[in-house]
Antibody, heavy 121, light 111 residues
Framework: QVTLRESGPALVKPTQTLTLTCTFSGFSLSTSGMCVSWIRQPPGKALEWLALIDWDDDKYYSTSLKTRLTISKDTSKNQVVLTMTNMDPVDTATYYC?????????????WGQGTLVTVSS | QSVLTQPPSVSGAPGQRVTISCTGSSSNIGAGYDVHWYQQLPGTAPKLLISNNSNRPSGVPDRFSGSKSGTSASLAITGLQAEDEAGYYCHSYDSSLSGAVFGGGTKLTVL
């Protein structure tokens, strides 16, 4: 059974760095073709893709946010970590992690429940 | 402004058929990249509804179907049910952005 769960602070102050952890089970990120992505959704707005890390430790970032994002993985702990620097109130959103299974192309077949992050002083 | 364009809202009566369009460009859907569709019920995470243009994951009713042509894709829902009332998002890859892109989302109202 595949599950993903996001964890991190619910509230951060402007200019601070956000660190989110995606803890997953039911698959291994060392399996060829497997990937994990981060996606966010501001309240009442659309989904926005942020970053992806694959089984080979290749990393990909949203063009508009790449200077602020870092994605990493700890295969032994089944975790993927996303950091976002210089947080601003416009970054207030629910942040999701999701799996891209091997051989699927790019579809996100399992999602975490999401974690709401509010940026406010 | 989303790279993939969806109508903000659609509606239909129970039992009817509705379609949701997703319009892209030559750097995403038109370049041959697959389109995926997600359903997001209020207050919940998105759920994969259609993968790789037209494939239904296990457990998704066959009332849901997807298609792709040129620079656009469509999601069709037949036999509308009250439980289909949700947000729907399309998703693909864009070569000029070198990353995934989503549509702006469509809210389906069952009248």
């Amino acid at each position: 059974q595949v599950t993903l769960r996001e964890s991190g602070p619910a509230l951060v102050k402007p200019t601070q760095t956000l660190t989110l952890t995606c803890t997953f089970s039911g698959f291994s990120l060392s399996t060829s073709g497997m990937c994990v992505s981060w996606i966010r959704q501001p309240p009442g707005k659309a989904l926005e893709w942020l970053a992806l890390i694959d089984w080979d430790d290749d990393k990909y970032y949203s063009t508009s946010l790449k200077t602020r994002l870092t994605i990493s993985k700890d295969t032994s702990k089944n975790q993927v970590v996303l950091t976002m620097t210089n947080m601003d109130p416009v970054d207030t959103a629910t942040y999701y992690c999701a799996r891209i299974p091997s051989g699927s192309g790019s579809c996100l077949d399992y999602w975490g429940q999401g974690t709401l992050v509010t940026v406010s002083s | 402004q989303s790279v993939l364009t969806q109508p903000p809202s659609v509606s239909g009566a129970p039992g009817q058929r509705v379609t949701i369009s997703c319009t892209g460009s030559s750097s995403n859907i038109g370049a041959g990249y697959d389109v995926h569709w997600y359903q997001q019920l209020p207050g919940t995470a998105p759920k994969l509804l259609i993968s790789n243009n037209s494939n239904r994951p296990s457990g998704v009713p066959d009332r849901f179907s997807g298609s792709k042509s040129g620079t656009s894709a469509s999601l069709a829902i037949t036999g509308l049910q009250a439980e289909d009332e949700a947000g729907y998002y399309c998703h693909s890859y864009d070569s000029s952005l070198s990353g995934a892109v989503f549509g702006g989302g469509t809210k389906l109202t069952v009248l």
